[in-house]
């Protein structure tokens, strides 16, 4: 196997992906359009998009990693609108979009129009996290779309399956694809929620972090092989695993939650960068063989697909926004914020990736009776078209839309002062725990230790605070980050001892490595104390 390829798709994507980090460009969108541009340019190897790599090796850690930093309290706050979009707007669209399909298409059968539109109606949750997070979406707004695009691909591989059964001849009926719709869904929670306690309590019982951190990179594959062997949804299992494992990260050993932390970061970071250059990569392979349909006719039929995508977002946001709102006072009372803005940020960040067009690379090429497909790679190619509109199109588009409907942003100074009062509540129960254990003889400390003891503590306290304070009139710079200036030279300072205690063999490799461990972790200490 030639692994140089796969190591020059990472290391340019991830180069793009950190150029678009100093760009007001989403990443997402920017190495879409480098994948774009390279597939044609000579020497660059043929990626092709393969279904059995791409959902159940790359999907589970993407998914896994969004689950573990969304919330699940605030989830279930939300469940109405999430489970609106995320079940109710995926199967409408599925009918919809290619009911309509087949209307406009001549010659496609409705039930390759049905693939089509399984295939295009689930948002993406990496698009969806990654503009979220770029453009600045209010909470509420964020948590919604984060919670549908962690279970929509579920619903859409369920009905994707039940219209391939119809298109290729299997049959399929209402009945059968309700009972198969049920079968995935309950059985894919109940997967994850048969294994996420006893897994839960492995990590809390492996005393080093080292195993522990190989357990979480298992945890999303463990959660998807189980459910797909048994005939249930992958998908729902690895999100119900990974809720349960975010909800209780606070009862795993610290060092294992800071070596997690990274390496997620990492692995996200790298997955995601690839998925979406792979995604513009796949121009050459949707460009062959249309068949019948001439590339003018092809576009003409992507850019109606496209519409079509897009207004049936709209047609199912705001009837299932408002409908509740004004069926029910309790909604009213709990959503007082709701107003025509919210579903019309919903609807224009319905962005699609990386998963339909797998979806759509899953489709056979032959069905029961030997013969080809029906318009299959008229599917590959508005899949495709509908991705890359829905990145572009949608994508920079909505930070300008947001700005124009001026949403009311995440009120920093409102979260810090929670975070104050938070920390001071904290603060005054080790106090008292520090005060209750050092009348113990058995605790007692030589005078300068406790007294650092209790400097750390009243420094965390009064940390969150300053923030909410005056900048130095001389540098600008408010007390954290003097702090932070301070600490990080005088660590510096430490550490280039160090160096050059090695260098001159006065201590050798080992022990220096083992000094600026502990150097690392009071830097990283001392950031956390003022809340960087």
Known sequence: MDVLPLV???????????????????????????????????????????????????????????????????????????????????????????????????????????????????????????????????????????????????????????????????????????????????????????????????????????????????????????????GASGVLAVVTVALYLGHRSWQVDFETRLQEAAVWKVVAFILESAVFALIGLQLPFVLKDLGEYSVGEALAYAVAVFVLVVVMRFVWSYPATYVPWWLSARTRERE????????????????????????????????????????????LFLTFTTVIGTLVAQGLSLPWLIKILKLPGRDTQAETLAEAQAQNAASQAAEERVNELMEDERNCLPAPLEDRLRTVLERRRNSVWERLGQANPVTGESADDTYRRLTREAIAAEREVFVRMRDERRIDDEMMRTLLRKLDLEEAAAYREVGD
């Not at 109710?88 to 129009?113: H, K, R, S």
């Not at 309950?186 to 997967?191: E, H, Q």
């Not at 579903?343 to 339909?356: D, H, K, Q, T």
């Open 8 to 230: 020059a798709l990472i290391a340019a994507s991830a180069a793009v992906a950190g150029v678009a980090r100093r760009t007001p460009v989403p990443a997402p969108l920017l190495l879409v359009a480098v994948g774009l541009v390279a597939s044609y340019l000579p020497g660059v190897p043929q990626y092709t998009l393969d279904p059995h790599i791409v959902l159940p090796l790359i999907l589970p850690p993407l998914l896994h990693t969004a689950a573990l930093e969304s919330s699940y309290l605030d989830l279930r706050a939300n469940v109405r609108p999430v489970a609106l979009l995320s079940v109710g707007y995926v199967l409408f669209a599925t009918v919809a979009v290619g009911w309509l399909a087949y209307e406009l298409i001549p010659d496609l059968p409705l039930t390759a129009a049905l693939v089509l539109g399984a295939v295009i109606a689930p948002p993406d949750a990496v698009a969806a996290t990654a503009i979220a997070r770029k453009v600045g979406l209010p909470a509420r707004i964020t948590t919604i779309l984060q919670g549908e695009s962690l279970v929509n691909d579920a619903t859409a591989i369920t009905a994707y399956k039940v219209a391939l059964a119809a298109a290729v001849g299997e049959g399929a009926s209402w009945a059968g694809g309700i009972r198969e719709f049920l079968v995935a869904s309950v059985g894919g929670v109940g997967v994850g929620l048969v294994l996420m306690v006893p897994l839960h309590w492995l990590r809390t019982h492996l005393k080093e972090a080292i195993l522990q951190n190989t357990l979480s990179l298992l945890i999303p594959f463990v959660a998807y092989a189980a459910a797909e062997q048994v």
């Open 336 to 379: 007082r914020d709701t107003d025509w803005r919210r579903p019309l940020v919903v609807s224009w960040a319905g962005m699609r990736g990386v998963v339909s067009l797998a979806i759509a690379f899953s489709i056979p090429l032959f069905v029961d009776d030997g013969s080809p497909f029906p318009a299959r790679n008229l599917v």
